[in-house]
């Protein structure tokens, strides 16, 4: 899938055009997602779902869509989690990983097995809890 022309694309018709394993992969984060940040903004950048209310929050990155340099590393990794302010976030368990990153921290998954609905409902509701500091610093101005 070009980039161009995925980035144009409902969220919906993204998904259905990817592989049936990322398939089940990205239906199950989406359905947390929506689930835990009922206010989010569901929106298609850069032909992969993000979510944000005042600020972007999260991402779901499937690795067939990615068009870096390490493509098959990445595959191998599976279906990305994206806290685009990962940094702010406790991370006590470290499941959050930065990887040379200073703000955007992931977790990977090649399976429905590897998710763990509750560590990432929790996750999700802190995300939620650094995006509504941003609001409040937008009050402030």
Known sequence: MASNSASKLP????ILGLPKKEQVIVKRLRSLILECLPKVIEKN???????SHHRM?????????YWGKNKDQMKMKGVTLGFCQG???????GVLL??????????????LDEIDDE???ALLFEADMVDQQFQKKKRKK
């Not at 969220?11 to 993204?14: A, G, N, Q, R």
């Not at 929050?57 to 869509?65: A, T």
């Not at 930065?98 to 399976?111: I, L, P, T």
Request: with cysteine; glycine share 4%.
């Open 87 to 93: 940094n702010l976030m406790s991370n006590d368990d």
């Open 119 to 121: 560590q990432i409902r």
């Open 57 to 65: 929050i999260v991402f779901i990155w499937p690795p067939s869509i």
């Open 11 to 14: 969220v919906d018709e993204v």
């Open 98 to 111: 930065a990887e040379g990153r200073k703000q955007v921290y992931c977790m990977y998954f090649n399976s």
């Open 45 to 51: 950048s850069y032909g992969v779902p993000f979510y």
